[in-house]
């Protein structure tokens, strides 16, 4: 401890050589080994995180359509089912023959859903003569991606 004292002739020149300024100047000088990031690399960091994350909206982007799809076609689906089920649990004397798949006909369409249009067909067979061909295809009023959705099933129902 009392050789540092003799061979450091100014404080300034003792001070500067442990790494730390003297009282009184500007600041410490900087160490080959001071931790942190620097400005370029934190710069670089950013910019590579916002490459990324405009590489990526387009993917998050494809899957809500693809959300928004599934769940037209969840709800095509259950209000042609729904439609099948009520003309399968009427009287087979009650089915009427007509209707179409392709347009509205009055008493064969149902357009009170915002979202869906359903339309049924009920075709009286020639041969047996017991049987009637029932089909129900239902069409969403959106598209959100792609052709729009549609469902159509078909069904014989007999005497």
Do not use: H
């Not at 080994?33 to 950013?46: I, M, N, Q």
């Not at 399968?88 to 009170?112: I, Q």
């Not at 017991?130 to 129900?136: A, D, G, L, R, Y």
């Amino acid at each position: 401890m009392g050789t540092t004292a003799s061979t450091c002739s100014r404080r300034a020149a003792c001070a500067s050589s442990a790494g730390t300024a003297p009282p009184g100047s500007l600041g410490p000088e900087m160490r080959r080994g001071a931790s942190g990031f620097t400005l370029v690399e934190v710069l670089l960091a950013l910019a590579l995180m916002f490459i990324g994350a405009v590489a990526a909206a387009p993917m998050f982007i494809y899957a809500m359509k693809e959300t928004a799809a599934g769940a037209d076609i969840g709800s095509v689906g259950a209000a042609a089912v729904d439609r099948m089920e009520l003309l399968r649990s009427t009287a087979f004397d009650a089915l009427a023959a007509g209707g179409s798949l392709s347009s509205n006909v009055s008493g064969y369409s149902d357009t009170s859903s915002s979202k869906v249009t359903v339309r049924w067909q009920i075709v009286d067979n020639a041969n047996p003569v017991t049987e009637k061909t029932i089909s129900v295809r239902a069409i969403a009023t959106r598209t959100a991606i792609g052709l729009q959705k549609e469902v159509t099933l078909s069904c014989l129902r007999s005497r």
